[in-house]
Antibody
Framework: EVHLVESGGGLVQEGGSLKLSCAASGFSFSDSFMHWVRQAPGKGLEWVGRIKSRGERYATAYVEPVKGRFTISRDDSKNTAYLQMYSLKTEDTAVYYC????????????WGQGTLVTVSS | QSALTQPASVSGSPGQSITISCTGTSSDVGGYNYVSWYQQYPGKAPKLIIYDVINRPSGVSNRFSGSKSGNTASLTISGLQAEDEADFYCSSFTSSSTWVFGVGTKLTVL
């Protein structure tokens, strides 16, 4: 069974940094493209970014508002993906979900439970 | 990249069918057959119910179906049930090799 568990969320001051982790199990993590999606309180889903597999040179992509501030990485030996967030803004306050891209498709077929990041002013 | 347009809310009675639209541009919805739909209950993670416009993951009810015409994708739920009441989001791959979600639609089962 596919399992994704996010951790690392919490309260941080504006301008601060935080690193989220996504521990994966139950599938071939190293072959999978992993994404981060966030949801501000009471708001809709927003795609944050993606990291491809080693075969695709770990290519990353990000949504415009986080470019230059967020970095996605992965450690295939630990079956873990990361979201490093710098220069946090109050508008980054959200539940952050880790999700797996369905192979050969653009859908996200497995999601973690999410971890809440709160940025205070 | 602007969020895809969805109606804020839709409603229907048990047994009826409803359709939720998702409108984008030729750079996302219209340009690729990579539209997905997600169902989300309050406080829970989203669940994939349709991918690549028309495909259902294993275990998803065949009451859910997807389609696309031009820059607009649609999700149809037939034989509406009380348990279908949730928020629904569409998503599309884009020409920038990024993804964009719709604003979300709240489904109420009357």
């Amino acid at each position: 069974e596919v399992h994704l568990v996010e951790s690392g969320g919490g309260l941080v001051q504006e301008g601060g940094s935080l690193k989220l982790s996504c521990a994966a199990s139950g599938f071939s993590f190293s072959d999978s493209f992993m994404h981060w999606v966030r949801q501000a309180p009471g708001k809709g889903l927003e795609w944050v970014g993606r990291i491809k597999s080693r075969g695709e040179r770990y290519a990353t992509a990000y949504v415009e508002p986080v470019k230059g501030r967020f970095t996605i990485s992965r450690d295939d030996s630990k079956n873990t993906a990361y979201l490093q967030m710098y220069s946090l803004k109050t508008e980054d306050t959200a539940v952050y979900y880790c999700t797996r891209q369905l192979t050969g498709s653009a859908g996200f077929d497995s999601w973690g439970q999410g971890t809440l990041v709160t940025v205070s002013s | 990249q602007s969020a895809l347009t969805q109606p804020a809310s839709v409603s229907g009675s048990p047994g009826q069918s409803i359709t939720i639209s998702c409108t984008g541009t030729s750079s996302d919805v219209g340009g690729y057959n990579y539209v997905s739909w997600y169902q989300q209950y309050p406080g829970k993670a989203p669940k994939l119910i349709i991918y690549d416009v028309i495909n259902r993951p294993s275990g998803v009810s065949n009451r859910f179906s997807g389609s696309k015409s031009g820059n607009t994708a649609s999700l149809t739920i037939s034989g509406l049930q009380a348990e279908d009441e949730a928020d629904f989001y569409c998503s599309s791959f884009t020409s920038s090799s990024t993804w964009v979600f719709g604003v979300g639609t709240k489904l109420t089962v009357l």
